[in-house]
């Protein structure tokens, strides 16, 4: 089974409609957990880490489900420059830096 | 400053020959690491650095040689390129861990095909 795992989509989602992106990891010393962004043929980019209590970035909202080992990632408010590939990443306590990366959820927002 | 620079941007290999992937940073990370992305499969970590002098083998290090003589470098060398290295190639570095805040930054790349 692989370590983190995504829904590959695609999602394909109109102008400001609202979107959710889930992930679940399996092992349960994972420590840390990320969303990265990856747009076409270019590099992974950190768009948000995500804590337990949850947290918002402007039209971003990640959410931490431990019990579950569970991850979400929400957009509200589309817009056509979201359209990318999202990353669920998780750091497990005794790996250091090395992070384990999902095979990413494709986004398209078209107008 | 730069970030994390990675030459070349593409390179096409003829399968048994051998070249080094550069990558640098000039962000004075300790940490530096190398992944290949292939379609379908995600990013699996190769080989990855702790600091200068010290280096470890991660997912899938087979057919891959790394060294760390300095903090801002750390290449990447195939020894006898094959067809299944066809990949795109990210070279990351990341400041050390502070208050559950940790982030990598990656390079733009190297796309490597072998034929």
């Known amino acids: 089974r692989k370590e983190v795992e995504q829904d590959p989509g695609p999602f394909n989602v109109p102008e400001g409609a609202t979107v959710a992106f889930n992930c679940t990891y399996s092992?349960?010393?994972?420590?840390?957990f990320f969303w990265y962004r990856q747009d076409c043929r270019k590099e992974p980019k950190l768009l948000m880490s995500?804590?337990?209590s949850g947290n918002e970035d402007g039209r971003f909202t990640a959410q931490l489900n431990r019990a579950s080992q569970y991850i979400s990632l929400l957009i509200r408010d589309s817009k056509l420059s979201d359209s990318a590939t999202y990353l669920c990443?998780?750091?497990?306590?005794?790996?250091?830096?090395?992070?384990?990366f999902g095979k990413g959820t494709s986004l398209l927002v078209t107008p | 400053n730069a970030g994390v620079t990675q030459t070349p941007k593409f390179q096409v290999l003829k399968t048994g020959q051998s070249m080094t992937l550069q990558c640098a940073q000039d962000?004075?990370?300790?940490?530096m690491s190398w992944y290949r992305q292939d379609p379908g499969m995600g990013l699996r970590l190769i080989h990855y650095?702790?600091?200068?002098?010290?280096?470890d083998q991660g997912e899938v290090p087979n057919g891959y040689n790394v060294s760390r003589s300095t903090t801002e470098d750390f290449p990447l060398r195939l020894l006898s390129a094959a067809p299944s290295q066809t990949s795109v190639y990210f070279c990351?570095?990341?400041?050390?861990?502070?208050?559950?805040?940790?982030?990598?930054?990656f390079g733009p790349g190297t796309r490597l095909t072998v034929t």
């Open positions: 990443v998780v750091r497990r306590s005794n790996s250091g830096y090395a992070l384990n």
């Open positions: 092992n349960s010393a994972s420590q840390s």
């Open positions: 990351a570095s990341s400041p050390p861990l502070a208050g559950g805040k940790y982030e990598q930054y």
């Open positions: 995500v804590y337990s």
């Open positions: 650095s702790v600091g200068a002098g010290i280096t």
């Open positions: 962000m004075n990370h300790e940490y």
